[in-house]
């Protein structure tokens, strides 16, 4: 079936630099797309979500881009803290009302910030 | 707080044993959900209740019954639990899927362990 992945599975980063974390996509018909946060222990928490009318949405320290073209996806983290250390999903779905809000995620990337 | 709430955080059963785990929420949404999440940290939807309507229902065995008393609660049953039941059961709620501006709100998790 249609899939959601990502390319790097474990990312390491300096604290203070700013995180790239990736995702490709495959369901062409997806028009909405979101990234979660998901610490040891917890539930995914909701960061940043974007409609496919869109290229670009910017949240607190936060940036995602989506290119449709190639059906990928990225979060951009500014300024990455100790804090931010966890796995991130994207996850595609449907504004169509048939749809409900079926979300399909991907794999996830464990981030892991290095002080 | 505001929050989704599930219990147990943890359970540990027998194999063939039925259980159930419970879900709140009081953020005042229309819908919720029940997600697996295995090993691997791949999440996949089990089930959607839209104001105490099944409007998802992905090929998850019979043996997985939820039951939702009202718009607040929906609790996942489980009949005659096998080895492969192992993984954290994660509710969600949101508000209206058709609406743009409803991500998902995950609960901590049920880590469910079948021995």
């Known amino acids: 079936g249609e899939s959601v992945g990502l390319h790097l599975p474990t990312l390491s980063v300096q604290e203070g630099d700013n995180s790239i974390i990736n995702c490709a996509y495959s369901?062409?018909?997806?028009?909405?797309f979101i990234w979660y946060k998901q610490e040891s222990g917890k539930g995914p928490q909701f960061i940043i979500d974007i409609r496919s009318n869109m290229d670009k949405r910017q949240g607190q320290r936060v940036t995602v881009l989506l290119n449709k073209t190639v059906k990928h996806l990225s979060l951009q983290i500014a300024a990455t803290q100790p804090g931010d250390s966890a796995v991130y999903f994207c996850a595609e779905g449907s504004l169509f009302k048939a749809a409900g809000n079926k979300l399909t995620f991907g794999g996830g990337t464990r981030v892991l910030v290095k002080p | 707080d505001t929050a989704v709430s599930q219990t147990p955080k943890y359970l540990v059963t027998q194999m063939g044993n039925d259980k159930s785990i419970k879900c709140e929420q009081n953020l005042g949404h229309d819908t919720m959900y029940w997600y697996k999440q295995d090993s691997k940290k791949f999440l996949k939807i089990m089930f959607s209740y839209n104001n105490k309507e099944l409007i998802i229902n992905e090929t998850v065995p019979n043996r997985f019954s939820p039951k939702s008393p009202d718009k607040a609660h929906l609790n996942l049953h489980i009949n005659s639990l096998e080895l492969g039941d192992s993984a954290v059961y994660f509710c969600?709620?949101?508000?209206?899927?058709?609406?743009?501006?409803?991500?998902?709100?995950f609960g901590n998790g049920t880590r469910l362990t079948v021995t």
């Open positions: 969600a709620s949101s508000q209206d899927p058709r609406n743009y501006n409803s991500p998902l709100h």
């Open positions: 369901n062409s018909a997806s028009d909405y």
